[in-house]
């Protein structure tokens, strides 16, 4: 699992493949993107548990976590580093 798969899966479930390329580890996610809300947030938790076979708990699920792209990847890779 690496930062690369972490974009694929984010980029995929928002629909925002025309802005793929403008995406890296510091690019905000939660305030920073208008399709990231709530209601995404909920539908990328599932989309990274199932692409990556990783349980993320609730408690996991907050601002910090989601500020950057780097942020996520490195609950991701914590995750998948404990499964």
Do not use: H, W, Y
């Amino acid at each position: 699992m690496d930062a690369g798969q972490v974009k694929a899966v984010v980029v995929g479930t928002l629909g925002i493949e025309d802005r793929a390329a403008s995406i890296d580890a510091s690019t905000p996610l939660l305030g920073g993107m208008p399709e990231m809300d709530s209601l995404a947030a909920v539908e990328l938790v599932a989309a990274l548990e199932a692409q990556f076979g990783i349980r993320i708990e609730d408690e996991d699920v907050n601002a910090e976590a989601f500020e950057t792209l780097g942020s996520l990847t490195a609950l991701v890779a914590g995750k998948a580093s404990t499964s």
